[in-house]
Antibody, heavy 119, light 108 residues
Framework: QVQLVQSGAEVTKPGASVTVSCKTS????????ITWVRQAPGQGLEWMGW???????TNYAQKLQGRITMTTDTTTTGYMELRSLTSDDTAVYYC?????????????WGQGTLVTVSS | SYDLTQPPSVSVSPGQTARITCSGD??????AYWYQQKAGQAPLLVIY???ERPSGVPERFSGSSAGTTVTLTISGVQTEDDAEYFC???????????FGGGTRLTVL
């Protein structure tokens, strides 16, 4: 069955960087993209960006441009690095298997990774 | 603020029908998708391409679309449907994914 398993919770300081991994199994990795979505405490879902597992093409949310990098190992795992962290980046970060070419959607999700930014 | 507008909350009794709306200009040209999120869990896709239901999602979940508004309907609501529901689409230029702010469905 399709699974996306994310790395564990992180506690980090303002100004630092964090990398979250998303290991996939149960499907052909290169046939689907990976999207990253975050959810601040008590808030809604925020799309962060997407990476094609086929050609590593990326599309980042405008508000995160310059601070975010998404990569893959081309076989099973996606990575999301967020830099220059502030308390506003405290959130649960999700990866999701991405379907579609024009309007993307997300048919399987990781379990989420809590990132806490605190001095 | 969010590009797609949802009511903050909807309440129904078990067995009744719940309708959750999502409005926004992109919906007149782009498909909508619906996710269910229970407390402490990751979102789950329940409707895709406005009206399609993924395998494993109960038949009581359905979707419809009219102009700039899409609707998630849950017929014969069960207590296990108590959750937050988010709609999702793409912006008008199809370069970004957009979400609604979420609707808290309370099953009384």
């Amino acid at each position: 069955q399709v699974q996306l398993v994310q790395s564990g919770a992180e506690v980090t300081k303002p100004g630092a960087s964090v990398t979250v991994s998303c290991k996939t199994s149960g499907y052909a990795f290169n046939n689907y993209g990976i999207t990253w979505v975050r959810q601040a405490p008590g808030q809604g879902l925020e799309w962060m960006g997407w990476i094609s597992s086929y050609n590593e093409k990326t599309n980042y949310a405008q508000k995160l441009q310059g601070r975010i990098t998404m990569t893959t190992d081309t076989t099973t795992t996606g990575y999301m690095e967020l830099r220059s962290l502030t308390s506003d980046d405290t959130a649960v970060y999700y990866c999701a298997r991405t379907v579609g070419a024009i309007t993307l959607y997300f048919d399987h999700w990781g379990q989420g990774t809590l990132v806490t930014v605190s001095s | 603020s969010y590009d797609l507008t949802q009511p903050p909350s909807v309440s129904v009794s078990p067995g009744q029908t719940a309708r959750i709306t999502c409005s926004g200009d992109p919906l007149s040209k782009k498909h909508a998708y619906w996710y269910q999120q229970k407390a402490g869990q990751a979102p789950l896709l329940v409707i895709y391409k406005d009206t399609e239901r993924p395998s494993g999602v109960p038949e009581r979940f359905s979707g419809s679309s009219a102009g700039t508004t899409v609707t998630l309907t849950i017929s014969g609501v069960q207590t296990e449907d108590d959750a937050e529901y988010f709609c999702q689409s793409a912006d008008s230029s199809a370069t970004s994914v957009i979400f609604g702010g979420g609707t808290r469905l309370t099953v009384l």
